[in-house]
């Protein structure tokens, strides 16, 4: 499974801590430190010292895409091919355009209603589309994946991260949980997902050490 994903959890449990679970300013390094080990090779961008919540750049829009992609496409078997309207969707969702992108999905869902993965790229767009808002809608297609296909952790945990990124890392951790005891033993994506669970433990950890007021 890719590392991309990993830095992408990296950066949005970073954001989180500091603008959601008010992470004093003096623990800002400590829980840099945590999150980029086991990442080494990879240039983190990013600075603890900017605004807690930067609107990212035109560019960096179309990369997120192809990041999410990349991501959800890791919780299908490579014999698991998406469907050619999911395709369609992703070239889209790619460049940053969720919009076209949730009509495309739609159209697979409509073609087949038990098409786990449609359920899940459409949850995925429509919180891009809502710029990282949960709704509704993204809440129903994300629940009818994993009712489709409860061995499969890629709605809890898509589910999982779009509640970290709203400041409800304690819901995210109990979807990511619950990912875990669903998924087959031999699941591709399990030790990752294992990972990731253990960095938020560490972030949920840090953030519930009381402030050193000397600091």
Same mark, same amino acid.
């Given at each position: 499974?890719?590392w991309?994903?990993?830095?992408?959890? $990296?950066? *949005? @449990?970073? *954001?989180?801590?500091?603008?959601?679970?008010?992470?004093?300013?003096?623990?800002?390094?400590?829980?840099?430190?945590? =999150?980029?080990?086991?990442?080494?090779?990879? @240039?983190?961008?990013?600075?603890?010292?900017?605004?807690?919540?930067?609107?990212?750049? $035109?560019g960096?829009?179309?990369?997120?895409?192809?990041?999410l992609?990349?991501?959800?496409?890791?919780?299908?078997?490579?014999?698991? =091919?998406?469907?050619?309207?999911?395709?369609? !969707?992703?070239?889209?969702?790619? /460049?940053?355009?969720? $919009?076209?992108?949730? !009509?495309?999905?739609?159209?697979?869902?409509?073609?087949?209603?038990?098409?786990?993965?449609?359920?899940l790229?459409?949850?995925?767009?429509? *919180?891009?589309? &809502?710029?990282?808002?949960?709704?509704?809608? &993204?809440?129903?297609?994300?629940? #009818?994946?994993? +009712?489709?296909?409860?061995?499969?952790?890629?709605? #809890?945990?898509?589910?999982?991260?779009?509640?970290? #990124?709203?400041?409800?890392?304690? #819901?995210?951790?109990? =979807?990511?949980?619950? &990912?875990?005891? &669903?998924?087959? +033993?031999?699941?591709?994506?399990?030790?990752?997902?294992e990972? /990731?669970?253990? /960095? =938020?433990? @560490?972030?949920?950890?840090?953030?519930?050490?009381? @402030?050193?007021?000397? /600091?």
């Amino acid at each position: 499974m890719t590392w991309l994903p990993i830095i992408f959890l $990296a950066l *949005v @449990a970073f *954001v989180a801590a500091i603008a959601f679970l008010r992470l004093p300013r003096s623990l800002w390094t400590l829980l840099g430190a945590t =999150l980029i080990f086991g990442l080494a090779g990879y @240039a983190m961008q990013g600075s603890p010292g900017q605004g807690s919540a930067p609107k990212a750049a $035109a560019g960096s829009e179309a990369q997120s895409g192809e990041l999410l992609v990349s991501a959800r496409r890791e919780f299908f078997g490579e014999g698991q =091919l998406p469907s050619r309207w999911i395709m369609t !969707g992703d070239g889209f969702a790619r /460049r940053g355009d969720y $919009a076209q992108a949730t !009509g495309l999905y739609a159209n697979a869902i409509s073609e087949n209603p038990s098409d786990t993965e449609a359920w899940l790229a459409t949850g995925i767009a429509l *919180v891009e589309h &809502a710029e990282g808002n949960l709704t509704p809608a &993204a809440i129903n297609a994300f629940e #009818r994946a994993a +009712e489709l296909q409860p061995e499969n952790g890629g709605a #809890r945990y898509f589910l999982g991260l779009s509640w970290l #990124r709203g400041g409800e890392p304690a #819901r995210t951790r109990e =979807l990511w949980v619950e &990912a875990l005891e &669903a998924a087959p +033993e031999d699941a591709e994506w399990r030790e990752d997902l294992e990972m /990731r669970l253990a /960095r =938020l433990d @560490a972030l949920l950890e840090m953030a519930a050490r009381p @402030a050193d007021p000397d /600091r």
